[in-house]
């Protein structure tokens, strides 16, 4: 193989790319799925910026592999919108309305469902995003949540102390009441996971409706004061540097260049401040 250039284990490249975690691409050498300039790989081997690597037969461009910078993007969903690239139904989906990558594509970093806007991450390295994403990584996500319907406080501990969903148990880590009357009564609520419509659903596990529904924080990151629906901006090197540090990544900002400095499009940049709706907030909790 090329030595040309700096080499990197192999798992670790397609890991980057976003095709998996870093013992997924294992499993993938280890069955004879990778090949590097027409040999079929294996365990141990490594890559650079000249060698030609395939999965599948299909070559992975190297610009995926060897990112020129890492970034993380903020975007404020609106309604309407879905986390795919792809919709049967053909609904307008966010990638369509965020800023082009001259190398590589964005990853989303978890989903959001329809109806729910607020903060969503995405990144050009795979291996951030699927960190993030996976349970272990001990991340929580704040939610800004207007209900209708009785809630006693009976119905908020079961909700900390944990219900049974149909794709298993489920409990909020933390509930903050924020007040408000009839059917425009806010809560924030925290929880550790990312399921499929698992905030909503948990709500209705004690027959109380969402009416509205708002990410407001994913770990270390906050949706800005001033942000809007569909504002999207680069984080900041100290903001990056948090969402390395959880998932025990902070050696990348040694091996890829990071923006310095942020700054939103479509608008002026804003300070991370607390949301309108986060008058009192859970307590963000580390793994």
Do not use: C
């Not at 409990?171 to 550790?192: C, Q």
């Not at 091996?255 to 804003?270: A, C, H, I, L, N």
């Amino acid at each position: 193989m090329n030595d040309t250039s700096p080499s990197e284990r192999l798992q670790k490249l397609l890991a980057r790319a976003g095709l998996g975690s870093r013992r997924e691409m294992e499993r993938w050498i280890e069955a004879g799925r990778v090949s590097v300039n027409g040999r079929i790989a294996g365990i141990g081997d490594s890559a650079s910026a000249e060698d030609k690597v395939r999965v599948d037969g299909q070559p992975v461009p190297p610009h995926r592999l060897f990112p020129r910078e890492l970034r993380v993007l903020a975007y404020y969903k609106p309604e309407g919108l879905v986390v795919s690239r792809k919709d049967e139904q053909g609904r307008d989906n966010v990638f369509t309305h965020l800023p082009r990558l001259n190398n590589g594509r964005w990853i989303a970093i978890g989903r959001l469902d329809l109806t729910t806007t607020g903060l969503l991450l995405f990144s050009n390295d795979g291996e951030l995003a699927n960190l993030l994403m996976h349970p272990s990584s001990g991340i929580d996500r704040e939610y800004a949540v207007r209900v209708r319907g009785t809630v006693d406080n009976e119905t908020l501990q079961r909700l900390r102390d944990g219900v049974e969903l149909e794709d298993g148990p489920a409990r909020f880590t933390d509930i903050v009441d924020n007040g408000g009357e009839g059917s425009n009564h806010w809560y924030h609520v925290a929880l550790m996971e990312g399921r499929n419509r698992e905030v909503r659903r948990l709500w209705e596990s004690q027959g109380v409706e969402v009416s509205r529904l708002m990410r407001v924080r994913f770990g270390p990151v906050f949706l800005p004061r001033k942000a809007r629906p569909g504002r999207f901006w680069d984080l900041e090197r100290e903001e990056i540097a948090a969402l390395l540090d959880w998932v025990g990544l902070s050696a990348r900002l040694k091996d890829v260049p990071v923006p310095k400095q942020g700054g939103e499009r479509r608008g002026q940049r804003t300070r991370q401040s607390r949301h309108p709706e986060q008058r009192q907030r859970p307590r963000q909790r580390r793994r």
